[in-house]
């Protein structure tokens, strides 16, 4: 890493923003690539939120990745906003325009679909439902990725029912069929599903395991997680157990980084072993 006065800046803003892993997968590509630039923490507060988002054009900043809770506050801040990200209702990248306005993104949807495609490349849209747990912000990109990669039905388990009906109206496609179903049902709605997505906190490091009966679901069916502390969840150690082929979290944390980093950096990047290795040591001992 090389700092000039000609430095490119970027990085992410969050409060807090000590946990994110943002900064060693971005500085890895900024060191692999020889790059003059940096990607920094931002610790944002909530109130502050739009005045740090309209000093980055003065700073000198290429843009900023946003984490937990700014994702839905800055639609409303920036000048532009992607439509995908409007429809999914969050945000997590911003890049500078050359004519200083901020433009919108929610890069999820590439995280979760590359991450998906080189983990599980066997995997097809046809291979039955797709099962997500959860309502959130995450899931709400899943569901956008897998609308976009055709998937034809999708079964929404989550314990709000409110929450499920704003993500299936919000997200609504001719071609894919979104069903809600209660937290009750999330073992028996597993019949005939081609994959099953966690997108709770469920099995993160100091949050309870998610509770849930794999045999419903068919062997040969790929399990995913969001989380990624640990890398291996409680559900992807029970998946893998009985034979399904799983895919982990950091993946889509990896991949995710890419539109912005090429945008802010102006160098294309690949996720790469190393890559993967240098990020998973900043996670022994994360809680």
């Known amino acids: 890493m090389r700092i000039t006065g000609r430095t490119r800046l970027a990085g992410i803003m969050g ?69 995908l990200a409007r429809r999914i209702g969050a945000m997590n990248t911003v890049v500078v325009a050359v004519d200083g306005s901020l433009e919108g993104s929610n890069t999820d949807v590439f995280g979760f679909r590359e991450n998906l495609r080189e983990r599980a490349p066997d995997w097809k849209a046809s291979a039955g439902p797709a099962i997500i747990l959860g309502a959130g912000g995450a899931a709400r990109a899943i569901v956008a990725a897998l609308i976009e990669m055709k998937v034809e039905e999708i079964r929404i388990v989550n314990r709000t029912r ?12 001719p071609t894919t069929r979104i069903t809600i179903h209660p937290w009750s049902e999330r073992d028996t709605v597993q019949r005939e599903a081609g994959i099953l997505v966690n997108t709770t906190s469920l099995g993160m490091t100091g949050e309870p395991a998610l509770d849930i009966d794999l045999s419903q679901l068919p062997p040969s069916a790929v399990v995913a997680d969001i989380v990624y502390v640990p890398l291996e969840t409680p559900l992807l150690a029970a998946a893998r157990q009985r034979g399904h082929l799983t895919v982990d979290g950091l993946g889509m944390l990896l991949h995710q980084g890419r539109p912005g980093f090429q945008a802010w950096f102006g160098s294309p990047v690949r996720v790469t072993r190393e890559q993967r290795a240098a990020v998973l040591t900043t996670l022994t001992g994360a809680r």
């Open 162 to 173: 409110a929450r499920v009906e704003r993500v299936a109206d919000d997200l609504a496609s």
């Open 15 to 83: 409060w807090p923003v000590t946990h994110s892993r943002s900064p060693a997968l971005h500085n890895f590509w900024i060191d692999e690539h020889g790059i003059d630039g940096v990607y920094v923490p931002l610790p944002v507060p909530p109130e502050h939120l739009a005045q740090a988002l309209r000093a980055l054009p003065a700073l000198g900043f290429r843009g900023c990745n946003l984490t937990l809770p700014h994702k839905q506050a800055a639609l409303a801040i920036v000048d532009r906003v992607d439509p």
